[in-house]
């Protein structure tokens, strides 16, 4: 039965979450870059969204949500045959014609969410070959695992919104992908710094408020989950903003505002599995354990590992969304204002249950992502001419210059 | 007659353009440029990592003026601009060879 409050809640999630991608994460990631490369920023962002949409109802949609096996969905609902225009999502009250809307505005970011992993570099051809092999090799699976109704649920693995099926599959991928790469031309002395700091704030804002519809959206329903999952979301938000404030503020002696937008974005990833399970005082912790967490992996990745993941996506999203899956395992509890687990299901179990899906979300992104890459690599190349990296992508790859000064 | 040149710092633009006015300079050109002299730049810092910034954003005033008025124009531009601080800028005189007023096609000082 059709339940219009919920209905009506899940179509405004949706076109907050497709506003999480455009323009949101587009502004975030097209100020860090240098000012010539930001429209090819943009263009991944807004080409990834229109591949993925055609994709998902080609086919990406039925190996995530149809009927398969464990590890996969099947074709079944294939260009969307057999869904009647009143056919509603089991378990749900909204109609599958919203469900799939939604769904695809989680696969639409993610593989964008990668985006920032190889920026000003990278070949446009090989952002879209790869994206869209991506998202059938790594994304839909994995989706099919947790939410599907694949191997994983089956376990009992709790992600909400999506800190193993988006941000620990994004970050990992990432990872794999800016190693192979390489890094950008003169990483890391000679790197140029964010060109529009303020198109990042507005950028961040944009994907926090699009994240009320991500995470109280996958309540897919309009009440007091949804309710609890939005309040939790923002404390996470706001207090890992906080955290890199005050890490930024003690250290260099002045509070960036990159830097608290960055805490932001923590705060956001960490808070996502657990958006539905979890109480105030949870999601606070969160933000603290995030903000702390991510800011400590920007240093390793970057630093000790020198791994040019250039917008940091393996340290927010990967670290961030792996923190919170884990730690849902114990604000979950009544003690910390969760729902409680199941009966006879202690922490200890749910932690391991939790770890066991975010080794095979990462796992699984490492392995498939380092194939996909070395494919595309083959097939079209990854890099530009150094040349082109150094004049800059939006010309050499668009074009088209961003500012006509 | 000569021409004028002064890099300063842009939030001395208005005082410039005020103290110009009353010493009936009628007009200037301005441009937004970048540079360095002793000056150095200044580090900005981003999720940690430390970005030399060498170039700093100034402007550029351009003015001619008749080879009477050169001295008191220097001396007003640099009065004007002056904070006492490095990065204050720079004044540079040239030659002109001429000038014309494009609308009526006055040349020499009353092009000025």
């Known amino acids: ?405 | 007659m000569k021409m004028v040149t002064a890099i300063i710092q842009p939030y001395r633009l208005d005082h410039v353009r005020e103290a110009l006015t009353g010493i009936e300079v009628q007009g200037m050109t301005v441009t937004e440029v970048r540079g360095y002299g002793r000056q150095k730049g200044h580090t900005e810092i981003y999720r940690g990592a430390e970005y030399q910034i060498n170039y700093l954003p100034k402007l550029k005033i351009e003015v001619v003026v008749d080879d009477r008025l050169v001295d008191n124009a220097v001396e007003t531009i640099a009065g004007a601009a002056k904070t006492g601080k490095i990065g204050d800028g720079k004044i540079f005189v040239w030659d002109v060879e001429t000038a014309i007023r494009i609308r009526t096609g006055e040349t020499g000082n009353e092009a000025l």
């Open chain 1, 1 to 405: 039965m059709i339940d219009s409050g919920d209905t009506a809640w899940v179509l405004t999630s949706t076109a907050l979450v497709l506003f999480m991608t455009m323009p949101g994460l587009a502004l975030f990631y097209g100020g860090l870059v240098r000012s010539r490369n930001i429209l090819s920023v943009l263009m991944h962002c807004a080409a990834i969204c229109c591949a993925v949409s055609v994709l998902w109802f080609v086919c990406a949609y039925s190996l995530a949500f149809a009927d398969g096996n464990g590890l996969v969905g099947g074709l079944g609902k294939a260009f969307l045959t057999g869904v009647e225009r009143d056919a509603v999502y089991p378990a749900t009250g909204i109609p599958e014609s919203v469900f799939f809307s939604f769904q695809m505005t989680f696969a639409i970011i993610t593989p964008a969410l990668i985006v920032g992993a190889y920026v000003e570099r990278i070949k446009f051809g090989a952002v879209l070959l790869f994206s869209c092999l991506w998202l059938l090799v790594v994304y839909a699976p994995i989706a099919h695992w947790i939410w599907g109704g694949g191997w994983l649920a089956e376990r009992g693995v709790m992600d909400f919104a999506g800190g193993i099926v988006v941000h620990v599959t994004a970050g990992a991928s990432a990872g794999v992908l800016a190693a192979v790469l390489g890094r950008r031309t003169g990483f890391p002395d000679q790197v140029e710094p964010p060109h529009a700091p303020w198109m990042v704030m507005v950028g961040a804002a944009m994907l926090w408020v699009g994240w009320f519809g991500f995470n109280a959206g996958s309540a897919l329903a309009a009440g007091s989950d949804a309710g609890m999952a939005m309040l939790v979301t923002h404390l996470s938000a706001a207090t890992a903003s906080l955290v890199w404030m005050v890490i930024e503020w003690t250290r260099f002696g002045k509070p960036s505002l990159v830097g608290l937008v960055t805490g932001t974005i923590a705060g956001l990833a960490t808070v996502t599995p657990a958006s539905g399970y979890i109480g105030p005082m949870g999601g606070v912790l969160l933000g603290l354990a995030g903000g702390v967490l991510c800011y400590l992996a920007v240093d390793v990745i970057k630093r000790t590992f020198r791994i040019d993941d250039s917008l940091d996506v393996l340290a927010v999203h990967g670290i961030g969304g792996a923190t919170g899956t884990l730690l849902t395992a114990f604000l979950v509890l009544p003690t910390f204002g969760g729902i409680g687990l199941a009966e006879g299901v202690g922490a200890g179990d749910q932690f391991v249950t939790q770890l066991i899906g975010v080794a095979a979300g990462l796992g699984w992104s490492v392995v498939a992502t380092f194939v996909l890459v070395k494919l595309t690599q083959g097939l079209v190349g990854l890099r530009v001419r150094e040349e082109e990296e150094i004049e800059g992508l939006d010309y050499t790859a668009h074009g088209e210059t961003a500012y006509k000064l």
